[in-house]
């Protein structure tokens, strides 16, 4: 029994060292590509592969050079790189050049920004280059600061920011982009800080932040709500840089450009192998779970009297799809991304693989509530970058006029806009992958993705608009309007007619005057009853917001405003305590 | 010998005894993620042409000097308060705690105050500490910001919800005017101490006369519903105001803000974020138009011609004492 006991801990161990030779070259595959850039073409990151490769480095220093004499811009995402190119060189880059690249951040002034992910950038790359010169004075810094003073400055924010998160949730939560910009400066942090406190705790973030897409994982692709998107991938859900970190931290879906670059980064600065358990967490679908999210607004400066608003999200993962959404409401500008279902595909490269509704909001409250634009340019200014903000046709963004209640995959989303809002109408989304779609005379309409039934119910009149690369979009212009969704698994209906069937047996009762009000029962026999602005009830019971925990599910567990992040999975418990600046990993009680 | 020496200084006194500055953001053309375009702080030179001071600067909202110091400016800026000595030396003075700052002043006794995201600091040691002054505030996000030029302690400001004054430099608060309205900007005229000016996000023109202490909105047919975005007090002329906003473009005032008239002939478009009276130039006028450029009136609004700063956005201007060094 010892005996295989031994082999079973030494097949074990074997499988995960093979795991993390996996990781490894996958790590060093990334670097490698993007030093193989031929040196003319050469940016920060390939300067920064080829010194951590020790290769090339002649050429790159003079590309260097040429880069920061030719004129720097980029503020927070001009000093990650640099901060990268600094800690790599290890005796590598001339004196000039090192010379040059202390001068730049005398001679150019980044500016701080207006987010926490700019910020989060912005005092990591100012802490370990104050780290790294010590002794300078204000005079050779570009904000006139000291090292010291630079150095303390960014510690409290950095300190205060974990603080925040590990209690409140993440301010730019589950973002399937930004992701990259949190993990990026805590790799540098883990691996380039001194201060072993600095060191640990960025080591444990980056395991929260992993922890925290791992459980919304599906293939590779990050589902659930999300604080911020972008056009292209909410849509084709993989095309982002958390496909990036999932092919790089677990090995799934496909080799990716890398999208936006971060992973490179994260690669460069020795950026840890998740632990085993997230590997797993991130992995196992094996059985459907409803997985608990509470995070924050971003910093509310207007309109409120709170600087933070609570998210609520509700996620319902299956190995074939995922059903997810937040409470609702305008909880983060331009790029919110309320609620959807994702089915999983064999290739996700150029695949739509989603289905929602929104209200395409556009308006100033929301740009006066987070930021400080002017009224009259803002929405401009807005969409001089992000230029689907202003158009009635958009597909992201949430709205202060929809509502949205869960239980496991089952959605409704109601909305309630006024009159006179601009864009007085709802789109939902029909992705030309979809299949087998099917207007009942019910009402519903039916339809397939990948291996995934879905029934989609307007709660008004609309009609079908074309979308620009594929799709269809149902338009409805009315205010008092809705959508009720309810997904389940080929493996439980084997035909169209087989779910449709049973959907249409599902007792469903709706009003949209005075306010819009459904009652559905579900395919999982569950009965949500739901009226625009009322909380949620599920079989008679409301959603308990106030004890939303700040993750709940089968693999994660944690208390809303306690800084602790339990992990289970198969018997082992692992928790990180930021309280204690601890990590635990143990056998839980009576597993095997 | 002497008599050259006092000819000359007299001779620079005359030709300019201030100097312009304008803070802002060339935007016209302005690709996201390319380097900024001259941005930051712009300082007309003796020869009519703009230099862009310093670092280029995205986001830089208002300047102010302590009286009888205008070699070092005090600069409100998207990352804290920025001061600027006489070597031309910049230095951020805040921390990691403000962002975004919005306005800032400074006032008698030397103190200086700003407002932010979160609310309003003031510093009685020339920016080296700051301290809150929000307590007390329903609202505090801190649009406008003024200290009273003579009386020390009186500060009035302006938040999401109108205008608060208070005369014990924030210890306590009171409502002064236009509840409801976002505030926009305030200023004291450098005339009369008790006429003092606000403006408002779609609420139009407040006027005190008492110091500050209340404000009353004036006939709004010019400015109704619209934004309006700055205030100047003619130095030369004590019944002449201009503002300035988003479709009304430049109104001026000859009775101390009592009636307004609009002034945008010449100009591209109605659409002005900040105006300026040169102290040095009776009715000359400058206005900040948007992505257009810098226009200037030789005649208090009536005609304008384009005077530099093209595809600008200029928040702020003022006329800065011309004795200091920089």
Sequence with gaps: MKRLASLALAAALAWQSAAAQDYQQRRRQLIEKMARVEDAKLHYAGIAARLWLREGVPAAERRLRELLEGGISGDMFWMFPMTAIAYLDRGQLSEPARALIRKSWKAYYPFRGDTENHWLLYYTSMYLMAQMWPEMGGEG????????????????????????????????????????????????????????RMKKQASMMIEWITADFAAEDLDGIYVG????????????????????????????????????????????????????????????????YTHLERKRTRNRWRFQDELHGQVYKTTYMTKDYAVGSDQGGALQPVQQHSWDVTWRVDDPEGVHNTLFSLHPYSGMVELEEYFTFSPDFGTEAVWRSKTTYDSPDKLLGGSPYERIAQSEDAVIALYDIPPGTRFPHINGFFSKDLEQVEEDSSGWIFCRGGRTWIAYRPLAPYVWKPIEGGGRRLFSPYLKNGTVVQAAGMDEYATLDSFRKAVRALPLKFALEPAPRVEFRTLRGKTIEFTYGQTPRIDGKPLDYAGWPAFGGPFLHGRAGEPRLEMTHGGVRRVLDFRALTVREEKMAGAK | MRVLVWFTVAALCA??????????????????????????????????????????????????????????????????????????????????TVTELQDISAGAGGVLAFGHTTGFRVSEDRGATWREISAGLP????????????????????????????????????????????????????????????????????????GGQTFEATPRDAAAGRNLYDIAFDPADARRIAVCGWGPGVLVSEDGGITWQARNQGLPRPDVWSVAFDPDKPGRLYAGVHEEALYVSEDAGKTWRADGLPGSIILKMAFVPAGGAR
């Design chain 2, 139 to 210: 609202r505090r996000y801190g649009k406008a910001v003024r200290l009273d030029r003579l009386r020390k302690g009186r500060v009035v400001i302006g938040t999401e919800n109108g205008f608060y004054v208070s005369n014990n430099l924030g210890g306590t608060w009171q409502l002064a005017g236009a509840a409801g309205f976002q505030a926009m900007r305030v200023e004291q005229s450098p005339h009369d101490a008790s006429l003092w000016l606000a403006v408002t996000q779609k609420g139009g023109i407040f006027r005190s006369t008492d």
């Design chain 1, 141 to 196: 810094w570009f904000n006139g600061k000291s090292s010291k003073e630079n150095m303390e400055e960014a510690r409290r924010w950095i300190e205060s920011w974990v603080k925040l998160t590990t209690t409140k949730g993440q301010g730019e939560y589950d973002c399937t982009h930004y992701i990259g910009v949190y993990l990026l400066p805590l790799s540098y942090l883990a691996a380039w800080a001194e201060e072993p």
């Design chain 1, 225 to 288: 709500a999300h604080a911020r998107t972008d056009d292209r991938q909410v849509v084709e859900k993989w095309r982002g840089v958390s496909a990036d970190f999932a092919w790089l931290l677990f090995g799934q879906v496909k080799e990716t450009p890398p999208f936006g670059g971060y992973s490179i980064f994260y690669a460069l600065a020795d950026g840890p192998e998740p632990p085993e358990i997230l590997r797993r967490i991130a992995t196992d679908r094996s059985r459907p």
């Design chain 2, 15 to 96: 030709h300019a005894e201030h100097r312009l500055h304008a803070l802002g953001v060339t935007t016209k053309g302005w690709v996201v993620g390319a380097a900024l375009l001259p941005s930051g702080l712009f300082v007309k030179r003796a020869d009519g042409a703009w230099a862009n001071e310093g670092y280029r600067h995205p986001l830089l909202t208002a300047v102010a000097w302590i009286d009888g110091s205008p070699e070092t400016l005090f600069l409100a800026a998207g990352d804290g308060v920025i001061r600027i000595d006489a070597q031309g030396r910049w230095r951020v003075l805040t921390d990691e």
